[in-house]
T-cell receptor, first 113, second 114 residues
Framework: AQSVTQPDIHITVSEGASLELRCNYS??????LFWYVQSPGQGLQLLLK??????LVQGIKGFEAEFKRSQSSFNLRKPSVHWSDAAEYFC???????????FGAGTRLTVKP | DTAVSQTPKYLVTQMGNDKSIKCEQN?????MYWYKQDSKKFLKIMFS???????INETVPNRFSPKSPDKAHLNLHINSLELGDSAVYFC?????????????FGQGTRLTVV
């Protein structure tokens, strides 16, 4: 079965600084990869997804992610973080045709003023 | 119009009780899920239904029973609630196609067992 590792439990960045959140997946075939964001007390919102094609994908709120098959990674980036980006971020991997989506443990982002 | 809606949003109940959480989606999706998020924010899939058919059933105590009366609804019934059942339960839906498509999540139901 597929699995996801998010090595960083908590990251703190200053407002305006760049951000990179790491995600590594394990799956034997081509994965379907997702990044979700969860604000406090809210559900999960999809930021972006990768199915195939261009390995650099653009998402909402100025986020992007790059799929690197050789490193089994799908890291999330943003060039300039805003205070409103403070939230929990989840990487997920889907496999097969049964819509079985597995999530990483999440990375909590704190933004310093 | 809320795409995936769950009720109730908060549920406080005593150990041993039976409770249900309801979920409805108006996206026309054919697949619905229940996820459990524990206190450390870890999200674990519990069940998945496609066209009212159970397709994913993770190792979940049989006190948890999902019911899908139609494609737009997936309810979760929990018998004999235990303290360890306290968590946030998320319903989600997606449209099944080749590969895995993105899931749309409800706002969650925070269950507290006392």
């Amino acid at each position: 079965a597929q699995s996801v590792t998010q090595p960083d439990i908590h990251i703190t960045v200053s407002e305006g600084a760049s951000l990179e959140l790491r995600c590594n997946y394990s799956y034997g075939a081509t994965p379907y990869l997702f990044w979700y964001v969860q604000s406090p007390g809210q559900g999960l919102q999809l930021l972006l997804k990768y199915f195939s094609g261009d390995t650099l994908v653009q998402g909402i709120k100025g986020f992007e992610a790059e799929f690197k098959r050789s490193q089994s990674s799908f890291n999330l980036r943003k060039p300039s973080v805003h205070w409103s980006d403070a939230a929990e971020y989840f990487c997920a991997v889907g496999a097969g045709n049964n819509n079985d989506m597995r999530f990483g443990a999440g990375t909590r982002l704190t933004v310093k003023p | 119009d809320t795409a995936v809606s769950q009720t109730p949003k908060y549920l406080v109940t005593q150990m041993g009780n039976d409770k249900s959480i309801k979920c409805e989606q108006n996206l026309g999706h054919d697949t619905m899920y229940w996820y459990k998020q524990d206190s450390k924010k870890f999200l674990k899939i519990m069940f998945s239904y496609n066209n009212k058919e159970l397709i994913i059933n993770e190792t979940v105590p049989n006190r948890f029973s999902p019911k899908s009366p139609d494609k737009a609804h997936l309810n979760l019934h929990i018998n004999s609630l235990e303290l360890g059942d306290s968590a946030v339960y998320f319903c989600a839906s997606s449209q099944r196609r080749q590969g895995t498509s993105e899931a749309f999540f409800g706002q969650g139901t925070r269950l507290t067992v006392v």
